[in-house]
C-alpha cells in the first residue's frame, strides 16, 4: 500500500517529459520578453496555464485572474494594443502577443502575422 506501480511510473515520467518539451518550445518564444499580453477574455484556465511561463521568463502580464476584473482597462488596453498589432506598429521585441480566440488570430493572418500554436494559444511569431 502507498506505492507505486510501474504504470503509475510511466505516466509521471510520460507527463514529465512532455512538460518539459513543452516548457522548450515556450523558451523559442517568451526569452527574452518582457511582458506577456493576453487578447480577449482570460478566464481561470488561461490564468493558470500562463501565469508559470510569466513567472519563469520573469514577465509581466496584461490580466490575470481577479475576484473583481478591472474588464474596461483590460479590455481599453488590449484594443491599443490589437491597433498597435494591425499597425504593425507593436513591439513584438519586447512583448509576447498571446490568445486563443480565432477571430483575433484571424484578423492578424490577414495583416500577415504568422504563429505558433502551443499548448492550445496561438502566439504571434
Excluded at 493576453?38 to 521568463?57: H, P, R, T
Aim: glycine share 8%.
Amino acid at each position: 500500500k502507498g506505492r507505486r506501480t510501474t504504470f503509475e511510473r510511466m505516466s509521471a515520467v510520460g507527463y514529465a517529459h512532455k512538460q518539459s518539451l513543452a516548457m522548450d518550445a515556450w523558451n523559442t518564444y517568451a526569452k527574452g520578453k518582457s511582458h506577456m499580453i493576453y487578447m480577449g477574455d482570460m478566464g481561470m484556465s488561461e490564468f493558470f496555464g500562463l501565469v508559470d511561463i510569466a513567472q519563469k521568463y520573469k514577465m509581466t502580464m496584461n490580466t490575470g485572474y481577479f475576484a473583481r476584473t478591472p474588464l474596461y482597462d483590460i479590455r481599453q488596453y488590449q484594443a491599443k494594443e490589437m491597433e498597435l498589432l494591425m499597425a504593425h506598429k507593436a513591439d513584438l521585441k519586447q512583448n509576447i502577443y498571446i490568445m486563443k480566440d480565432v477571430n483575433i488570430v484571424t484578423q492578424l493572418k490577414a495583416k500577415g502575422y504568422s504563429f505558433i500554436h502551443l499548448n492550445g494559444y496561438y502566439i504571434v511569431k
